[in-house]
């Protein structure tokens, strides 16, 4: 059924159901990727899907209902969805339905850029990159991975109240995963690219960054446990601040789920720590005019110069002033609270000065068992780790079969120094975090 | 519903460019959840998931599309994506006859969850949060959530298959966070099983599980932190098979071993474990979490031996790695949902009981730790690395279960620790989980009685 046409039929059946408000949001999807290996294509995917999540006001309780499938039935199930789901919540959130601002930024993104762009050519750029991957050093033996994609994502919220707002973006990336071997001994890294353009995707280049990683972390061996000065390398600092992103925010505050509820204004973190959550930044992959209640998003400090400024909000979690950061994890997730381009600002040394300024340390350059390992109520973590030993200002050796231990919270505030070298960890549909190299005075390992 | 006659049609477009083999995998479902932190439902939602998968293979190369259009149109459609993706050729005689089949049905269900009122699903939550809550007045907050869906599928290939399978499932998850001195610990109970709402007036006795789940957030907020160091650590019985779902069994997959990237590849037959080690995934468990009755191939599944007294006896196998490694497939292939291609995935994997007393074990264990619940892990198949969380641990002292200790993290290398259990217990018992990995989000149990590894690295601080 066409969009508009089943629009109209969902209001009407809605309004005849009873229910006072409603809205729709709909997300759609166009993807694609391709994985290599040995110049052939060992996987290939190609999508187009698109979901409808409809929610309503009924007895002054709000319901959700969601559906792949956009016919009569459907109509039908979201209607009644709505209604049952309603009567079950007991909860006293003023959930509303927001009639919209009127001056929502407007965000550029060229998406002929990547809708243009045919399979082969992304295949081509595939193998490409396998090839640069095999030539960069000749102990590679083959790759974990290696693949090239594109996703072209729309979202359009449509409401009771005369809502009707749209945002369409889509970015290409490349993904690659080299397997080095020498004497018996094997090593692996990875790393990834994301852009709104393929010039900017240099797969070449990608491919020889992973492969150096991979070779310099060979041979590693463990440490003796103790207590360490530790480098959190950016890609590593950009998923502890991930996996910790939760604890801004409101929502969790308001059900007693993050250590920070009710701290606004206080010292939590070191005084070199501020955190920016920047839904308008031009190269931002969460990049959004809008959030999922329909909000005009706007740019905000959450932690400036280590203080504790403000909770991430949606009108659930605060009816009065919503930061703007309503977020749907897909069509069909209930509205939560989640931040959108989300980082730690940059400081202005580079990470080979910070480096040099260590006597006796290590650098963490790869996490394992964030899911696990690691607790966003209590702020606790206790993770596998990767890295290099540093002595005298230089890496000495590679390191592995190590964890580290420590509590996010605590963390934040023994950052001593922040580098320049700010990147964005690979994006999830709604958010992209980001962080620069950092150091901390001490973290617990445990090794030999 | 999926039409045969779109199903063939569909079949014979996506092989009329030089492909030897397609599959369509038809999927509706209908999921819900409903949740209450502390007092009050916040949470009711429902959803239907619709679409198709369609697999396209040339040799070993393989494609994947899929749509929410499940029209005729939309298939063919999907169908001309595929085949112009896995080759060139143009031929017309591919003539695909399918043949209908009824598959056994392995599991009972009572109470499809989908016909249950919303008031009785609520009732379920709210027992959950009522009896957490009143365990101690440190639990400052508790989430109960009732998870159910059904799954409904189709699944045709150019073989001639068709079948349908009904796949019903629910879960309870408890969170009981407990508060004192700015600090929170939580702990998790989450049963579930293939089932429908009898689950919780059958197997699951909900209060019992709410309790436990307080019960560990209490003992974790009084514990110390866990020391750091190589120690012997036993794991008792239940979630602690979560050592060897990520120490061995994600290495036992034909997606990582196909490829060679396994630390176990080419050892079939070999000595890769304890000799007290017998290890076996079953899909053929009436009514469990990861059992099904075909695979998301359409094969039946199967109860298969990983490793028998510490021999390597079998991989995971899925069609396409199949072809690769040139070996019959396991009913191994698995998928979260029409959006991922299938792949070889655990279902109910569990070490076999052993001949171990558990009181022995822990009485003639050196001092070390004790890890009573497991959290979750991961794992990198290609060196073995794994790495998971204790959710609840005690330290052993002098053949004694001593305090409590929090923070733990148990990492090492899966090949190395499987030599190194020199104990396994006499009582199995199998948790819930949930399994990610690149065809998605899959149930599964994981399984064992108490083992005990003479040493690993245990992190803390």
Redesign the interface.
């Known amino acids: 059924m066409d969009r508009k046409v089943f629009v109209e039929k969902l209001f009407l059946a809605a309004k005849n159901a009873g229910i006072d408000e409603f809205e729709a949001y709909f997300e759609t999807s166009d993807d694609f990727s391709v994985d290599v290996?040995d110049g052939?294509?060992?996987?290939?995917?190609?999508?187009?899907?698109?979901?409808v999540c409809f929610r309503g006001l009924y007895a002054g309780r709000m319901?959700?209902?969601?559906?792949?499938?956009m016919d009569e039935e459907?109509i039908e199930?979201l209607v009644e969805?709505v209604k049952?789901?309603?009567?079950?919540?007991?909860?006293?959130?003023k959930e509303i339905i927001y009639g919209g601002d009127s001056d929502y930024a407007v965000i550029e993104r060229d998406i002929e850029k990547i809708s243009d762009m045919h399979?082969d050519e992304k295949i081509q750029l595939a193998l490409d990159m396998e090839k640069a991957m095999r030539e960069a050093d000749e102990r590679v033996v083959?790759s974990?991975g290696c693949g090239y994609m594109s996703g072209i994502h729309e979202k359009q919220i449509v409401n009771s109240k005369g809502l009707d707002v749209s945002f369409k973006t889509g970015t290409v990336g490349a993904v690659v995963a080299p397997?080095v071997s020498e004497n018996g001994k094997?090593?692996?890294a990875f790393d990834m690219k994301f852009a709104f353009d393929k010039k900017d995707v240099d797969v070449k280049e990608l491919a020889e960054r992973a492969v150096d990683e991979a070779i310099k972390s060979m041979n590693a061996s463990?440490i003796p446990?103790g207590s360490y000065k530790a480098i959190f390398r950016n890609d590593v600092a950009a998923t502890m601040l991930g996996v910790f992103s939760s604890v801004f925010s409101g929502e969790n505050a308001k059900?007693?789920?993050t250590?920070l509820k009710g701290r606004e204004g206080e010292m939590i973190a070191s005084e070199c720590v501020t955190i920016t959550d920047d839904p308008l930044l031009e190269t931002g992959f969460a990049s959004t005019p809008f959030d999922a209640e329909g909000v005009k998003t706007y740019t905000k400090d959450v932690v400036k110069d280590g203080k504790l400024m403000t909770l991430l909000h949606s009108l659930k979690t605060c009816p009065e002033k919503s930061t703007g950061n309503a977020s749907k994890a897909g069509y069909?997730a209930?509205v939560q609270v989640a931040p959108t381009n989300f980082y730690l600002a940059p400081g202005d040394i580079s990470l080979d000065e910070m480096i040099e300024s260590v006597e006796n340390g290590i650098m963490i350059t790869s996490l394992?068992?964030m899911?696990?390992?690691a607790?966003q109520?209590?702020g606790?973590f206790?993770?596998?780790a990767k890295g290099f030993l540093i002595e005298n200002g230089k890496i000495v050796r590679p390191v592995?079969?190590?964890?580290?231990?420590?509590n996010f919270f605590e963390v934040l505030k023994k950052v001593t120094s922040i580098a320049a070298d700010l990147r964005f960890a690979r994006p999830s549909s709604v958010t992209s975090i980001g962080a620069p190299s950092f150091m901390v005075q001490e973290i617990?390992?445990?090794?030999? | 519903m999926l039409k045969k006659g779109d199903a063939a049609r569909a079949l014979e477009r996506a092989v009329s460019t030089g492909g030897d083999f397609a599959e369509i995998f038809y999927e509706d479902t209908r999921k819900s959840r409903l949740s209450q932190t502390n007092a009050a439902i916040d949470t009711a939602t429902t959803g239907r998931i619709h679409g198709a998968g369609l697999r396209v293979y040339k040799g070993l190369n393989s494609v994947y599309v899929y749509t929410n259009d499940t029209s005729a149109e939309g298939l063919l459609r999907l169908s001309e994506r595929a085949a112009a993706a896995i080759g060139s050729e143009k031929r017309s005689d591919q003539k695909v006859e399918l043949v209908g089949s009824i598959i056994k049905n392995i599991h009972d269900i009572r109470e499809l969850p989908m016909d249950v009122s919303g008031v009785r699903r609520a009732a379920v939550v709210k027992d959950a949060c009522r009896a957490a809550k009143s365990e101690s007045e440190e639990i400052a907050q508790v989430t109960g959530t009732i998870f159910d869906w059904e799954q409904n599928v189709t699944i045709a290939n150019t073989q001639g298959m068709f079948v349908n399978d009904r796949r019903v499932y629910s879960r309870l998850m408890i969170r009981a966070v407990a508060s004192g001195n700015g600090e929170n610990q939580t702990g998790m109970e989450s049963p579930g099983a293939m089932m429908g709402f009898e689950l919780f007036n059958t197997r699951v006795n909900v209060e019992k599980a709410a309790k436990a789940a307080a019960k560990r957030a209490i003992t974790m907020l009084h514990a110390d932190v866990c020391p750091a160091g190589v120690m012997p650590v036993v794991i008792d019985n239940g979630f602690g098979g979560v050592i060897f779902h990520e120490a061995c069994g994600h290495s036992l997959e034909a997606t990582s071993v196909a490829y060679g990237n396994s630390e176990f590849a080419g050892k079939l037959g070999q000595m890769i474990a304890s000799p007290i080690v017998t290890a076996i995934d079953d899909g053929t468990l009436a009514n469990e979490w990861g059992s099904e009755n075909i695979d998301d191939e359409g094969n039946p599944t199967t109860k298969l031996v990983l490793i028998e007294n510490g021999v390597l006896k079998n991989y995971m196998i899925d069609r396409l790695n199949a072809r690769r490694m040139n070996m019959p497939v396991t009913g191994s292939g698995r998928r979260e949902n029409y959006t991922y291609a299938p792949t070889s995935r655990m279902r109910n994997t569990y070490i076999a009981p052993g001949n171990h007393d558990e009181a022995e074990i822990i009485a003639s264990c050196p001092d070390g730790l004790y890890a009573k619940v497991m959290g979750g892990g991961s794992v990198n198949p290609l060196t073995g690395e794994f790495n998971f969380a204790v959710g609840e641990g005690y330290l052993i002292k002098n053949g004694k279960i001593d305090r409590p200790v929090r923070g733990a993290t148990l990492i090492g290398k899966g090949g190395e620790v499987l030599k190194k259990i020199d104990r396994v217990g006499k009582k199995m018992r199998m948790a819930q989980g949930m399994c990610g990995s690149s065809s998605g989000s899959v149930p599964t149990n994981v399984g064992q009685p108490m083992i005990r590894v003479t040493d690993i690295t245990v992190g803390g601080r």
Do not use: C, W
């Not at chain 1, 052939?40 to 979901?51: D, H, K, L, M, V």
């Open positions: 290996m052939e294509i060992r996987e290939y995917s190609a999508s187009n899907t698109a979901g319901g959700y209902a969601s559906s792949e499938e459907a199930m969805g049952g789901n309603a009567l079950l919540i007991e909860t006293d959130d399979a083959r974990e397997i094997v090593n692996f463990s446990s059900k007693g789920l250590l069909s209930p394992m068992g899911h696990s390992g607790n109520i209590s606790d206790s993770l596998g592995d079969q190590i964890t580290v231990a420590g617990a390992v445990a090794g030999l």
